[in-house]
T-cell receptor, first 109, second 116 residues
Framework: RKEVEQDPGPFNVPEGATVAFNCTYS??????FFWYRQDCRKEPKLLMS???SGNEDGRFTAQLNRASQYISLLIRDSKLSDSATYLC??????????FGAGTILRVKS | NAGVTQTPKFQVLKTGQSMTLQCAQD?????MSWYRQDPGMGLRLIHY???????DQGEVPNGYNVSRSTTEDFPLRLLSAAPSQTSVYFC???????????????FGPGTRLTVL
């Protein structure tokens, strides 16, 4: 079983739609959690950290469920510019981060 | 600030050749790391460093060496290139170790390596 698993998609949604991604992790001792965004053939960039209480940044909401060991990302009012691959990232073991394989989002007009 | 820089952007090697991928950061970050990204597999950690003079192995270290003689530089050496090392390589840095922290990882633009 992979340490961090994501649905690869692609998720094809129209502009203005709400879309949600989930990510599960296997190590219950994991300490910190993130969503990164990666555009085609570019480097990953931090979208948002995921805190235990959940957090929101504009149209983006991230939540953490430690009991079920999953994190989620909700995007409201999708824009064409949201089209990208979204990477779930977990600090599972001390000095290391583990990346999920990514979920592809395509927003269409 | 240039952030994290990587050279070269593209490289083609023949099996058995060696080469060094360069990575530098100008943010005075203590933590640096190397990942490879293959289709459908996400980024996998090759080696990392928590400070000058300290390096450790990640998930897929075989066939790669690193050193960290300065805070700024973290080169990745391919000892004897194999076709299985064809991949996109990303270097990243952060203020300090990710252990129990929410430090942002800053990535370089990547090196696309093909081994024939």
């Amino acid at each position: 079983r992979k340490e961090v698993e994501q649905d690869p998609g692609p998720f094809n949604v129209p502009e203005g739609a709400t879309v949600a991604f989930n990510c599960t992790y296997s190590n219950s001792a994991s300490q910190s959690f993130f969503w990164y965004r990666q555009d085609c053939r570019k480097e990953p960039k931090l979208l948002m950290s995921v805190y235990s209480s959940g957090n929101e940044d504009g149209r983006f909401t991230a939540q953490l469920n430690r009991a079920s060991q999953y994190i989620s990302l909700l995007i409201r009012d999708s824009k064409l510019s949201d089209s990208a691959t979204y990477l779930c990232v977990v600090n599972t073991n001390g000095n290391k981060l583990v990346f999920g394989a990514g979920t592809i989002l395509r927003v269409k007009s | 600030n240039a952030g994290v820089t990587q050279t070269p952007k593209f490289q083609v090697l023949k099996t058995g050749q060696s080469m060094t991928l360069q990575c530098a950061q100008d943010m005075n970050h203590e933590y640096m790391s190397w990942y490879r990204q293959d289709p459908g597999m996400g980024l996998r950690l090759i080696h990392y460093s928590v400070g000058a003079g300290i390096t450790d192995q990640g998930e897929v270290p075989n066939g790669y060496n690193v050193s960290r003689s300065t805070t700024e530089d973290f080169p990745l050496r391919l000892l004897s290139a194999a076709p299985s090392q064809t991949s996109v390589y990303f270097c990243a840095s952060s203020y300090s170790s990710p252990a129990g922290s929410y430090n942002e990882q800053f990535f370089g633009p990547g090196t696309r390596l093909t081994v024939l």
